[in-house]
């Protein structure tokens, strides 16, 4: 006995007196910071991470331990500890992505690898690309291209964005008490080649994020500087045209500045020509003023006008009254502008702790154009309506970061908080003649809403195991004058809810993850609705859980499987009539999802990414519970190649299955398979290629409702599918020049 207690004492005194906390800096062969580079000692599985300067600090290291360096896009490294007291310097080189320099074992969710991989293998190309490279998500146009797309996800038919977060660097995209639609997220703002990482997530679980987080959230990270400057020329078919500059302004060790321009025009593949044009400017700035702090301001503008065939019913083309590619009312379109700016500050007050800030202003104008129902409601003039809006958006948000170690424990925690004010003035809705008369002013007010949110949260590291609990309060104040009533009287409702969420995490070893996450989440009512209930049912609440795994079965393979559960306190509901969304009853969907990424050899690359969901009403009755629209399964697949003599392709298949277009399941939209193909060839200072979209030109239809309409000769209104016909083969060419 004497002998075992004088071993733990010998043990106990070589671990306090001999181990150590180790620091130092990882940077890239351009001598720039880089962050969230996963550092493991392989001596004992202690793993910590870089930030945002690429300084880290690791715990219990000892002389001979092994500390590996890993992040994906770069070559891993490794130190053999051979001074404890020795600043380390690691410069890592960047390579072609490489599933065999993958590890999963940090506490940073290890789904963001899935998209890091196919941003590299597989570049955005198009702002309708953009959301489709997280897994699961699948999208459709349905106006012409120029309003936000239609968002599938987790057996939601979100519409454009009533239960998906979506931000860029930090900005909010969702627009609350849309004159469209609540949680409208117009992403073609956004310039595709200036993304350079997708951080997302999918359900309630995430401290940093408020409203709208109930399927889930998506944050596009923007380039901070440019490997060079380059000019993009596309043409296709269909009077399809694009032109893209990328430049550098500055260059430096302490700053860096670019900017990027986009003009894009097409007629597109209907009988009628969709005149669509877009403008895009984007500018960022990003400095070190002192060795602790760091400033970046970012600028962008976007305009877009476009012409749209709309929804067609199915029985007009049965008929032979039009073709799929024809219109009943080829008067819709629109128009919509959008400015922001935003300013962010990250100060490094020690290796421990930071304090990262934000703040932003955005200036956004919305005119669209759409007949639903063609002549249900007004036989002579037509159901034409207009929705319409002009608003200002000012906002801010401010985190603290503390990284801790004691004995065999570490970890950090966060606090933040969120102020966020909407203004929209004369958010309108009207019955309208061929774009030019106004007949009637449906609904006509000026809506100020404002939330503030605070949260707190820790992510504490015990050995294998990382646990995540965190609370979020959420304050609204909605306003609304309407403008259509005789009397002046501002309306308003004030509510507040609370969030809390635990995750957990489990590192079994270096090529397998456990986790469980759970919380409450929610998305806001429509300040219209608000005040028009009296504040009942504000904020409804959505409760869900994931469990599953991430997995490197070997070094060249990445599985990823969770089984998910959600309920809704309240779902939002499409009606067509008034193209607008309103709340309904409550929800629940479970599901499967399953992400495989393989790479067989160095240049080969095979993804797939597949989605079952079961999603019913609960009040309903048997039989009359379906929810319209909610897909219930999806699959997303390719093989990609990148050699190294510079050519490039892939050839990629999404698919969505048949689904219910109403509540009984009577009306069914029909899924579709598309397959999509790109080849090319990078050299030094120019790439060229090719893009075809929909290879096999199948009949398919994007976007599909359910729709009560009548047309001009009939009696009787009818409901059935009222659809949007999905693109037809469609050959574009690049030509890109680097300098």
């Not at 399941?665 to 398979?673: H, K, L, P, R």
């Not at 075809?692 to 009939?714: C, P």
């Amino acid at each position: 006995m004497k002998t075992k207690f004088l071993t733990y004492i010998l043990l106990f005194l070589n671990s306090s007196l001999f181990a150590q906390t180790i620091s130092g800096t990882v940077i890239g062969e351009n001598q720039k910071p880089i962050e969230a580079v996963n550092i493991l000692n392989k001596n004992n599985d202690y793993h910590s991470h870089s930030n945002p300067q690429g300084e880290f600090k690791i715990t219990d290291c000892n002389i001979g331990d092994t500390l590996q360096f890993s992040i994906v896009g770069f070559y891993t490294q490794v130190k053999v500890l051979k001074d404890l007291n020795e600043e380390i310097s690691i410069v890592l080189k960047e390579q072609i992505v490489s599933l065999e320099e993958i590890s999963i074992s940090s506490r940073v969710d290890a789904h963001h690898i899935m998209t890091d991989i196919d941003i590299q293998k597989n570049p955005v190309n198009s702002s309708q690309d953009i959301l489709q490279k997280i897994p699961g998500i699948v999208i459709g146009q349905h106006a012409g291209g120029g309003k936000a797309e239609q968002i599938f996800l987790r057996g939601f038919d979100i519409d454009h964005g009533t239960d998906i977060n979506i931000t860029v660097d930090g900005l909010p995209v969702n627009m609350v008490s849309h004159a469209h639609g609540q949680g409208y997220a117009d992403l073609h703002f956004v310039i595709p080649e200036t993304v350079e990482k997708i951080d997302f997530g999918k359900g309630p679980y995430y401290q940093k994020r408020g409203n709208f987080t109930t399927a889930g959230y998506v944050d596009f990270r923007t380039k901070q500087k440019l490997d060079n400057s380059l000019i993009k020329i596309e043409a296709g078919q269909f009077d399809t045209y694009r032109m893209l500059g990328m430049f550098n302004l500055l260059e430096g060790e302490k700053q860096s500045a670019y900017v990027a321009t986009e003009f894009q025009s097409t007629d597109g593949f209907f009988e009628s020509p969709q005149n669509f044009n877009r403008v895009n400017l984007f500018g960022k700035y990003t400095a070190q003023p002192t060795s602790n702090d760091i400033l970046g301001v970012t600028f962008s503008y976007f305009d877009s006008k476009w012409d749209a065939s709309g929804q067609i019913p199915q029985r007009a083309v049965n008929s032979g009254q039009i073709t799929r590619f024809g219109a009943i009312d080829d008067t819709e379109g629109g128009a919509t502008s959008r400015s922001n700016i935003l300013v962010d500050h990250t100060k490094i007050i020690d290796k421990n702790s930071s304090i990262k800030s934000k703040v932003y202003f955005n200036k956004y104008d919305f005119e669209l154009y759409s007949n639903f129902t063609f002549f249900l409601e007004d036989p002579e003039n037509g159901d034409q309506i207009r929705q319409k809006e002009s608003r200002n958006i000012f906002g801010l948000s401010s985190e603290y970061n503390k990284a801790f170690s004691l004995n065999n424990i570490s970890g950090s925690w966060q606090a933040g908080i969120t102020l966020r004010n909407d203004q929209s003035t004369d958010n309108e809705l009207s019955h309208t003649v061929n774009r030019s008369e106004t007949l009637e002013y449906m609904k006509l007010g000026d809506i100020n809403e404002t939330n503030v949110g605070v949260y707190a949260g820790t992510f504490i590291d015990i050995n294998k195991w990382t646990i995540n609990p965190s609370v979020r309060l959420d304050y609204f104040n909605f306003q609304y004058y309407d403008k259509l009533t005789p009397t002046y009287k501002t309306q308003g409702e004030k509510s507040a809810i609370v969030s809390p969420k635990l995750n957990v995490f489990y590192n079994a070893t270096n090529e397998l993850q456990l986790f469980v996450k759970s919380g409450k989440g929610f998305h806001s009512n429509d300040s219209r609705v608000v005040v028009a209930t009296e504040g009942q049912e504000i904020l409804p609440a959505a409760y869900g859980v994931d469990a599953g795994y991430i997995w490197k079965p070997t070094s060249k393979m990445l599985l990823s499987m969770a089984y998910w559960y959600l309920y809704l306190e309240q779902e939002f509901v499409y009606v067509g009539d008034a193209g607008i969304v309103e709340p309904s009853g409550k929800t629940e969907r479970q599901g499967v999802e399953l992400s495989y990424r393989y790479q067989p050899l160095p240049w080969l690359f095979w993804n797939v990414d597949v989605s079952y969901t079961h999603a019913r009403a609960i009040d309903e009755p048997e039989g009359a519970n379906y929810i319209p629209l909610a897909p219930d399964f999806t699959l997303v697949s390719g093989l990609n190649v990148m050699l190294k003599s510079g050519i490039y392709g892939g050839i990629n298949v999404r698919h969505i299955n048949d689904r219910p277009a109403n509540e009984d399941n009577s009306i069914i939209a029909t899924g579709y398979t598309v397959t999509d193909f790109n080849l090319g060839y990078k050299m030094k200072k120019m790439s060229v290629g090719i893009q075809i979209q929909n290879l096999f030109d199948v009949e398919w239809n994007e976007t599909q409702f359910a729709t009560e309409s009548r047309l001009k000769h009939e009696t009787e209104p009818t409901e059935e599918i009222h659809f949007t016909p999905g693109t037809p083969f469609f050959l574009k060419g690049m030509i890109q020049y680097n300098f």
